[in-house]
């Protein structure tokens, strides 16, 4: 089993299909002792019975991104303020002043110095702390920023980073799915993946033109879910 197997499974697993073609007949969870044990069986498109059940630690299924959540604008603000305002008195003497005005989307930043120069300083040195404010929010929900093809910068999950650090939750699952008798994925693996995925309910995406076709969960939502609540949208990030 190797790191393209288990790439592959995630971003299968990173995907929503529209509409389902698979049915789920029964799922059961248990642990045992500091594991999980999964159990699936579902109908495929074919309406042939198939199953599925794999062991999980109990650190990865009831760790790793358990708080993956909706990215909230209002938060991330509040997060950007808190280190604005951290950072001014480090910046300013008694020559200069620097003000934060919070608004419903964005914030205004006022520079007051007694040249031009140190004028340009300290708006250049707040809104680089504004940025890596914004960068270390980001990074820390993983979420990431994004330019559309309209030239709109977005707010996304980072699904990179999701992907990469979930390659050793997704390898026990990827063993047990069907390959060929030299271990390669094939057109039936594919099938088979896909299937299982399809017949895990969850509620349908909002309005693409409100969503942007980005809902999206991390694949041990998947795993560990009956139901998937598709919540999380892309935002408009306002520098």
Partial sequence: MNLTH??????????????????????KMQRVQSNTQFHYQWLDHHDNPQSLSFLLPNKKVYGMFRKFKLYQPH??????YVQLQKAIPKLIDKHS???IKKQPENMIIEVEANSESKKSELLQKILQIKNDAQADFLAKNTYSLFTNTFGNTLVKPDHIRIAVESIPLMKPIVE??????????????????LSWIQSIPYND????????GSGFSPPISYSSKIKVTVTVKAHYSHP
């Fill in 6 to 27: 288990c790439t592959f499974l995630i971003v299968i697993l990173s995907i929503l299909s529209d509409s389902s073609f698979a049915k789920q007949t029964l799922f």
């Fill in 75 to 80: 938060l991330a603000q509040r997060y950007v």
């Fill in 97 to 99: 002043r620097i003000r």
């Fill in 176 to 193: 047990n799915v069907p390959q060929d008798i030299e271990g390669y994925i094939t057109r039936d693996s594919i099938n088979y993946v």
């Fill in 205 to 212: 995406l909002e309005s693409r033109a409100t969503s942007l």
